[in-house]
């Protein structure tokens, strides 16, 4: 499955939103379930198998650094942004890739990065 119309979403971004970071888990394998007895929902972390929360890819730098390394681990990533507030994240072997914060430009860095190994 492309990881294009997420990409492009995120591109076209201006601010975080829980509703992409979602995305974002469910494209790296994370799987939602209902607690029993309740109505709330948890995920599964893709690689530990462990109720987990999503994280804050699109808000947290932190977070954004931390899809990067599931998708490339011990990479490094240049972050820049302009006068303007545009954000450009570079990652080793890919292209630089322009978003609406930091976190947006290195999760959108990251998936590209991805898309094009798959």
């Known amino acids: 499955m492309s990881l294009q119309p997420l990409i492009q979403k995120l591109s076209d971004a201006e601010e975080p939103s829980r509703k992409f970071d979602t995305a974002i888990a469910i494209a790296l394998g994370f799987e939602s379930f209902e607690e029993e007895g309740t109505r709330k929902v948890l995920w599964l972390h893709p690689h ?26 011990n990479s490094a990533v240049a ?33 590209s990065y991805h898309n094009s190994i798959r």
């Open 48 to 73: 530990s198998k462990t109720p987990t929360r999503i994280p804050w890819y699109t808000r947290s730098l932190d977070e954004a650094k931390e899809l990067l390394d599931v998708i490339l681990p």
């Open 79 to 111: 972050l820049s942004w302009t006068a303007e507030g545009l954000f450009y994240a570079k990652i080793e072997g890919g292209d630089a890739c322009r978003g609406a914060t930091g976190p947006l430009a290195i999760c959108i860095a990251a998936l």
